[in-house]
């Protein structure tokens, strides 16, 4: 975001890759919406550490999220660089973790596998049914979510059954939840859905463990 000083007014990239003008009221929007994301989900996933007791390395997945659901807010696409970063953020504390601590000894890449499946596979199906509706940056995002998620808080296994990626469908089903919420106070049928993903997973991962066990 570049800020323009001879008019006091601050620029900012469309989704085109063209700029428009913003007002200083419009900047302090922009930056109160960001603000305002990134508190409430930093303030989520404390909770599922403190009260579910949660990975780290979840949680650093989800809150490495936020500046690409911020950006998908303004310019209504979720940048590549930035949900690689988080993927990478969320492996690198996923290993330390791992090794230095206890909270993942249960997880396995099978956990990590159903949690992506079961949260980026139904983006994936909207996405090749009609792009429009669902970006390929959402889908991406969704698999960083879905491990992380996957991760955090192991599949259960019934008596003779598949595993069941609960917290990853909670986090789906919260997204979507969210996702609509918004669009109907906002009278609008196309929304940024990278925000809803970002705390619907956040949500999920502090309240799943609670009310339906590891």
């Known amino acids: 975001m570049a800020v323009a000083a001879e008019t006091g007014r601050t620029t900012r990239e469309t989704a085109n890759g063209g700029r428009v ?4 009221r419009g900047a302090q929007r922009v930056a109160v919406v960001d603000v305002l994301l990134g508190s409430i989900t930093v303030s989520i996933c404390l909770l599922a550490v403190t009260i579910a007791d949660a990975p780290i390395a979840s949680t650093v997945g989800i809150v490495a999220l936020v500046p690409a659901a911020a950006f998908d807010i303004h310019h209504q696409r ?31 890449i099978t956990d990590v596998a159903v949690g ?11 996405n090749l049914i009609s792009p ?13 979510l879905g491990a992380a998620l996957g991760l955090g808080t192991p599949a259960t ?3 003779s059954s598949l595993p ?20 109907l106070l906002r009278r609008r049928r196309h929304l940024p859905f990278g925000p809803a993903l970002v705390l619907g997973a956040a949500i999920a991962l502090c309240i799943t463990p609670e009310v339906f066990g590891r």
């Open 21 to 24: 003008a913003l007002t200083n």
């Open 78 to 108: 979720l940048p590549d660089r930035m949900v690689a970063a988080a993927a990478a953020s969320l492996v690198l504390a996923g290993v330390a973790e791992r090794i230095i601590g206890t909270r993942l000894s249960s997880a396995s």
């Open 116 to 126: 992506v499946l079961a949260l980026a596979g139904p983006l994936l199906a909207v």
């Open 132 to 144: 429009a509706a669902m970006g390929f940056g959402d889908v991406k995002a969704g698999v960083v």
């Open 157 to 159: 296994t019934p008596p």
């Open 164 to 183: 069941i990626p609960t917290t990853a469908l909670v986090g789906l089903m919260a997204a979507c939840a969210l996702g609509a919420a918004v669009g």
